[in-house]
């Protein structure tokens, strides 16, 4: 087990992060957006379902 996967057996978690409409991230290379945006994301501890990405059509 790597030191950033949830230990086996443990919770899983569902994080939600709201990114503000004008964030422009670390580098300053991002671009404003029309909405604040939501993100949502799952930490799965080991030996649990393989990780999948979702991607949806951004509005705006």
């Given at each position: 087990?790597?030191?950033?996967?949830r230990a086996r057996g443990?919770?899983?978690l569902l994080?939600?992060?709201v990114v503000h409409?004008?964030?422009l991230g670390r580098s300053r290379k991002g671009k404003k957006r029309r909405y604040?945006?939501?993100?949502?994301?799952i930490s799965?501890?080991?030996?649990?379902p393989d990780?999948?990405?979702?991607?949806?059509?951004a509005r705006g």
């Open positions: 087990m790597g030191s950033t996967e443990a919770s899983g994080l939600l992060y409409r004008d964030a604040h945006t939501p993100f949502f994301g799965i501890p080991g030996g649990g990780e999948r990405r979702v991607v949806t059509k």
